[in-house]
């Protein structure tokens, strides 16, 4: 069965930083990965994708994740933190008809 | 393009009340259909999916229940509401196998 963990249930940085949100992930069959974004009271929305193409996967809003298969990784960055990047994170594995999703991450952007 | 609906945006019921939700997707055939709850500092939790017309698989026992009538509307149902039935409902759909799910606006629910 698959299943995400998310390291860290609040991350803080200071506005202009490095962000990092990290993922780990277990799946049986290669692993069709996401992350997504909610800000208050909004739905989800997808950030970017891991299909098994290219291992540096490049998302919206500037964020970008790199799949590693020998450490089950999916971590998301972005370079230089802005305060509309202040939201909870999720990471998702493709399971059987669904999506098994982390527990978030939300990330404090100061100023 | 695809889209998906779902209505109301907040909702406040009595307890004991039923509840009716309704979302639609509309551009696209046979999605897969999704129900989650978001309640304070639990996450993301699917209470029901849906690969077809009729065809619903529960995640989570409970107060609730999903129909799903026609290929692109999906209902969430209780016949009668409890105070921990309170939270963040979304809707989401998804096409082929192992693409993403998209997601509704989500309705706020607040049970008194």
């Known amino acids: 069965a698959q299943s995400v963990t998310q390291l860290g249930s609040h991350v803080s940085v200071s506005e202009g930083a490095l962000v990092l949100l990290r993922c780990n992930y277990s799946?049986?069959?290669?692993?069709?990965l996401f992350w997504y974004v909610q800000y208050p009271n909004q739905g989800l929305q997808l950030l970017l994708k891991?299909?098994?193409?290219?291992?540096l996967v490049k998302g919206i809003n500037g964020f970008e994740a790199e799949f590693k298969k020998s450490e089950t990784s999916f971590h998301l960055t972005k370079p230089s933190a802005h305060m509309s990047d202040a939201a909870e994170y999720f990471c998702?594995?493709?399971?059987?008809?669904?999506?098994?999703f982390g527990a978030g991450t939300i990330l404090r952007v100061k100023s | 393009s695809q889209t998906i609906h779902q209505w109301p945006a907040t909702l406040v019921q009595p307890v004991g009340s039923p509840l009716s939700l309704e979302c639609t997707v509309e551009?696209?055939?046979?999605?897969?259909l999704y129900w989650y709850r978001q309640a304070a500092g639990r996450g993301l939790q699917l209470l029901f999916y849906?690969?077809?017309?009729?065809?619903i698989s529960s995640e989570v026992p409970q107060n609730l229940s999903a129909s799903r009538p026609q290929d692109r509307q999906f209902i969430l149902s209780s016949k009668k509401l409890l105070l921990s039935d309170s939270g963040f409902y979304l809707c989401?759909?998804?096409?082929?196998?192992?693409?993403?799910?998209?997601f509704g606006d989500g309705t706020r629910l607040s049970i008194l």
């Open positions: 989401a759909w998804r096409g082929d196998s192992n693409q993403p799910q998209h």
């Open positions: 998702a594995v493709s399971g059987e008809n669904k999506l098994v």
């Open positions: 551009g696209t055939s046979n999605p897969n």
């Open positions: 799946s049986s069959v290669p692993p069709y």
């Open positions: 849906s690969v077809g017309i009729g065809q």
């Open positions: 891991y299909t098994s193409a290219a291992t």
